[in-house]
């Protein structure tokens, strides 16, 4: 996990510990996302999903537990580019009206879809009271 804050709630007391994925993680899913999609065209749309797709599932459930919102979405509008250049690399002289309605916006193909990381629920650390040991030295 990533860098971490804390951070109390106006006033009660109660210190919370809020943890991002680190963007040295997020740089490296995202040169993942592209060597597959640079990999080759010559593979059908469903074989490229199902690599994506079983990487992408396990970065999400590792990174999941944390306030990650903002990263998956980063994340998902990524894929998504990445994934329309494939399409447009794979068809040189098709337009893109063409290829939309072929795979579709969010692209499926075989009864696989592509996974949306957006979709993904973070689920963020719970109040742990005293447990949280504070960061600055007792002055007693």
Not at 4 to 29: E, I, W
Not at 33 to 48: F, G, H, M, Y
Request: aromatic share 14%; glycine share 8%.
């Amino acid at each position: 996990m990533g860098p971490r804050d804390l951070c109390g709630g106006a006033g009660t007391g109660k210190q919370y510990v809020y943890v991002y994925p680190a963007k040295k993680s997020l740089v490296t899913v995202m040169a993942k996302v592209k060597a597959i999609c640079r990999r080759s065209t010559n593979l059908p749309l469903e074989d490229l999903l199902r690599q994506l797709n079983r990487m992408l599932r396990g970065w999400t459930a590792y990174f999941k537990y944390g306030c990650s919102n903002a990263t998956f979405s980063y994340l998902r509008a990524y894929l998504w580019k990445e994934i329309v250049r494939w399409q447009e690399r794979k068809h040189r002289r098709v337009p893109w009206k063409v290829l939309r309605r072929r795979y579709g916006i969010w692209p499926a193909a075989g009864g696989r879809e592509l996974f949306d990381p957006a979709r993904v629920s973070a689920k963020r650390y719970y109040y742990r009271g005293t447990r949280i040991p504070t960061p600055w030295p007792s002055t007693a």
